[in-house]
């Protein structure tokens, strides 16, 4: 048995069901995440492990103990929050040690742990300040060292970055990943970025409309996606036409009832017109530094190739002819039912 | 989990009662004793006589009147005044500020006083034009009224709509501007319809208390009558005292109130606006002539507003005579409320501490039911807690007099029934504040505690309300400032022993006595102004919390 089990987790608000049947089993230690656009029912999985929403039916346990039993304020999980929740009128020691004082802790290790917590999340400076005044990122950085120094049995996150700016995000979840890995808590980490499930989870977990569309390695996810939904949700998609050309490119593959083809963006090239591949003519040209998006009309549709390195002058422009390269291993086929059944990697 | 629910029920349960007793009783008492004729029989007739007595239908005509004339006047000068202070830079704007709190704060009805002190029959300032040579008519009658209201009103245009003014995103006006707009333009059509809510709520609020206030008419009306006044004459009448045909007329006030209301909530409803305030708007700084009318314009508005205080505080210091007011300065009013009346002082003061006290205890137990237990009960609760709204005080105090004057409860003559009666006028104040503060304190804060192992009750103790007690004592404070300032329900309920500050100083007044009125006056500005700075001391300098 796994560290945490959730199973067949079910919840209906009234006539909505935002949870149904969902399954999940998290490892000691294990980074994991629920990933997935608003409304598909991950901070209602996390709320009901948290305690705050109960669930309709379905069991929650946390190394053999059933959570529905325990009371929130019992369960003994630390909470880390879209808009921080940081006390207002405390100070960030007494923020950190707040979690503490029930415990029972004597006042000379309180001292120690929080010191070492602030440490960790680099706010040992700021320890006597108030936090009212602090940027989102310290406030975010309170609210971590807050819910890591009790020690929790399990470190519940909902979407902690997400009112951060671009460039503080990426730091900070790198800071996380790292803690995360010292202190070696089983964390449920929840997200609609895909960008960062992918660079800070163990595992992810993908979900829509209140059910689970896979679950997997950040590889597995984005190299291998199970069903359409996960494969357009996570990175980019190029969908292909349906006709002719399209039957003519994957007629070899031995895939015979696909509804949709399909390919990522950076499993396609561009060569010079008349080489062997699919024509085509550029119709937007976008460059982003690292990369180039080109945008080629073809017979098999108007696909997006992304170019890496691409280089001081423009590689191409507007109404060029160039001959689209596409690896037929890296073809995607999906079924009526949004299922994947081709294999291509 | 079980007994928190049973706390819950028994507070809802409780504060029903609490309205059951405090408010539905006097009202309903109100509105039975006006359907019965002196011999205890139903009947209409005192309706009838209402409304075919030609001289209370000319007194509603004049209630009216004062009701819109008031609006007209004070949102006049309010507007101009929040429109001047929050688009043009003002020298001493803070001081300005603090003249519109001192109006605002100001003992009822000693405006009036102040006003005819200058222009009234025998007024200073008539005298001293009179000796140059100008005749100018005194101030009495409907149009003294109204200039009283104005001055006294315009504060809560000013401060509500000014709140509103600074609201505003300046990315519209620059737009309006961008688009061809001329300055009147971007005014009529852009600021003036996104800050109509806070004009239609202040207007609300200016004709309510305008159609309310008992003193300023009683002193400078000379005839002029209107409902308040009507209802306590009938009332109080040494003879002929027609007790059913005064809670008519509250009846008939209670509706006019009740109308204005409901019109209000259904005017600003639609038109709700909510912008994001990324580009606040900054003060201009006028040139020339221009800087030079906006200066003089608010400086008049808010000085004449703060005169009456200014004069009483000056002719409590002035020398006297009895009544007669000598040249030079002495503390000869004071000492006479020293030696004299320290027990009025010490009526107003327990009177309002205990009902302030009350009012915070009983307030935020309910504040907290509302906010958090929402359901059909709590809002309805929430909308019986508006008629202290629109009850006016004369009409509060003819409710306690009907539903406590005989019956289970007898508290006519006592301390208890002015304390009551100030406790459920403020009530809805401190019930609405704490509802509003703590929708604001976002619940994440509450889960966060739960989740580090507080009880939910604990996580509501340590952080929840340490959050919420500055304002709450801020509010306190405020609701003391309308506490001992209160005249119209005490004077219904007052008798020789339970006589509080403000019923003094109308009867000195009344006497000619307006040195010891002046002095009385100045004490009770004194002791407002200590609690609003207790208030803003806590909450910051906030002056829509007036309100």
Redesign the interface.
């Known amino acids: 048995m796994a560290y945490l089990e959730i199973t067949e987790a079910t919840k209906s608000f009234g006539a909505f069901v935002a949870l149904q049947g969902v399954n999940v089993s998290v490892e000691r230690g294990e980074f994991f995440t629920l990933l997935g656009p608003s409304g598909c029912g991950k901070t209602t999985l996390l709320r009901a492990i ?3 929403n109960d669930l309709t039916s379905g069991e929650i346990t946390v190394d053999g103990v059933d959570l529905r039993r325990v ?9 880390v ?3 921080y ?1 940081v ?3 405390l100070s960030v020691f007494n923020n950190v040690a ?2 503490l004082k ?2 029972k802790i004597p006042p000379t290790e309180i001292k120690t742990r929080v010191a070492a917590a602030l440490a960790a999340v680099h706010l040992e400076k700021l320890a006597d300040r108030l936090p009212a005044a602090m940027s989102g990122g310290q406030q975010q950085r309170i ?1 971590l060292a ?2 890591m120094v ?1 020690n929790p049995r399990l470190l ?1 996150m909902d979407e902690p970055l997400s009112n951060l700016d671009a460039k503080l995000r990426i730091e900070l979840r790198e800071e996380i990943r790292d803690i995360q890995k010292q202190v070696g808590i089983a964390t449920i980490y929840v997200t609609h970025d895909q960008e960062e499930a992918l660079a800070i989870s163990d595992r992810i977990c993908v979900m829509s409309a209140g059910h689970i569309e896979q679950i997997g390695t950040p590889q597995e996810i984005y190299g291998n996606p199970r069903t359409r939904f996960v494969a357009e949700f996570v990175g980019t998609l190029n969908l292909l036409t349906p006709g002719a050309a399209t039957d003519a490119l994957v007629s070899g593959l031995g895939v015979a009832s696909a509804e949709q083809w399909a390919i990522r963006p950076e499993r396609l090239a561009l060569s010079e017109p008349g080489d062997s591949g699919v024509a085509g003519t550029v119709t937007r040209y976008t460059y982003l530094g690292r990369e180039a998006h080109v945008y080629v009309d073809t017979p098999i549709g108007n696909l997006a190739v992304q170019i890496a390195n691409p280089g001081v002058t423009a590689a191409s422009a507007v109404g060029d002819t160039v001959s689209l390269r596409v690896d037929p291993a890296a073809l995607m086929a999906f079924a009526t039912n949004g299922a994947r059944i081709g294999t291509g990697r | 989990m079980t007994l928190r629910l049973n706390f819950w029920t028994i507070i809802t349960i409780l504060t029903w009662a609490l309205l059951a007793v405090l408010l539905f009783g006097p009202v309903g008492s109100v509105l039975l004793s006006s359907l019965y004729g002196s011999k205890g029989e139903f009947t209409l007739a005192n309706y009838v006589t209402f409304f075919s007595d030609w001289r209370f239908a000319q007194s509603f005509l004049n209630t009216l009147v004062l009701g819109f004339g008031a609006l007209v006047g004070a949102l006049l000068l309010g507007f101009t005044m929040a429109f001047c202070m929050s688009r043009f830079r003002i020298a001493g704007s803070r001081f300005l500020s603090l003249l519109s709190i001192l109006a605002l704060v100001s003992p009822p009805f000693i405006g009036a006083y102040s006003w005819i002190v200058l222009f009234g029959a025998g007024g200073v300032v008539r005298a001293g034009l009179r000796s140059i040579g100008i005749n100018m008519p005194p101030i009495y009658g409907l149009g003294g009224i109204l200039i009283v209201f104005a001055l006294k009103f315009y504060p809560f245009v000013y401060l509500m709509v000014s709140g509103a003014l600074g609201n505003v995103n300046r990315s519209l006006e620059e737009a309006a501007e961008g688009l061809g707009l001329t300055p009147l333009q971007r005014v009529v059509k852009i600021s003036l319809p996104m800050v109509f809510p806070a004009i239609s709520a202040s207007a609300l609020l200016v004709f309510v208390l305008a159609i309310a206030d008992f003193g300023t008419p009683r002193l400078l009306g000379r005839g002029y009558s209107v409902l308040a006044t009507e209802a306590f004459a009938a009332y109080s009448a040494e003879i002929g005292s027609n007790f059913s045909m005064g809670t008519t007329i509250s009846v008939v006030l209670i509706l006019v109130s009740l109308v204005f209301v409901a019109l209000q909530r259904y005017m600003s409803r639609r038109n709700v606006y909510h912008g994001n305030l990324i580009n606040k708007p900054t003060r201009i700084q006028l040139k020339g002539w221009r800087n030079f009318l906006a200066h003089v314009v608010v400086y008049v508005v808010a000085l004449c507003g703060a005169l009456p205080v200014i004069v009483s505080v000056y002719y409590s210091f002035r020398k006297t005579n009895g009544p007669v007011f000598q040249d030079g300065f002495a503390l000869q009013s004071y000492q006479r409320i020293l030696f004299n009346l320290a027990d009025v002082v010490r009526n107003s003061l327990t009177f309002s501490a205990i009902a302030v006290l009350l009012i915070v205890l009983v307030g935020t137990i309910v504040g907290v039911l509302v906010a958090r237990r929402t359901s059909l009960n709590t809002s309805l609760l929430d909308a019986a807690f508006m008629i202290p709204y629109v009850m006016p005080g004369i009409v509060i105090g003819i409710a306690y007099i009907a539903a406590f004057n005989t019956g289970a409860i007898v508290l006519t003559g006592t301390a208890s029934i002015i304390i009551l009666s100030i406790f459920m006028r403020r009530l809805p104040y401190t019930v609405r504040t704490t509802a509003t503060a703590l929708r604001q304190i ?1 619940p ?2 509450e ?10 009750f ?2 509501f103790l340590k ?1 929840t309300i ?2 919420i007690v500055p304002g709450i004592i801020a509010g306190g404070m405020l609701s003391f400032v309308t506490a001992i300032n209160e005249l119209s329900s005490s004077l219904v309920l007052y008798v020789g022993s339970t006589m509080t500050m403000p019923v003094r100083i109308y009867l000195l007044v009344l006497d000619g006595d307006f040195g010891t009125a002046a002095a009385m006056s100045s004490i009770l500005l004194l002791l407002s102004g200590i609690a609003v700075y207790i208030a803003f001391r806590f909450m910051g300098r906030d002056e829509q919390a007036l309100l």
Do not use: T
């Open positions: 948290a305690g705050f009371p929130p304020h019992r369960r003994d999980i630390g909470m929050f879209q808009d929740a006390f207002p009128h707040f979690g029930p415990r609210g807050r819910a009790i519940l | 976002a994440s804060l889960e966060a505690a739960v989740s580090l192992g507080y009880s939910p604990q996580s952080i340490p959050l």
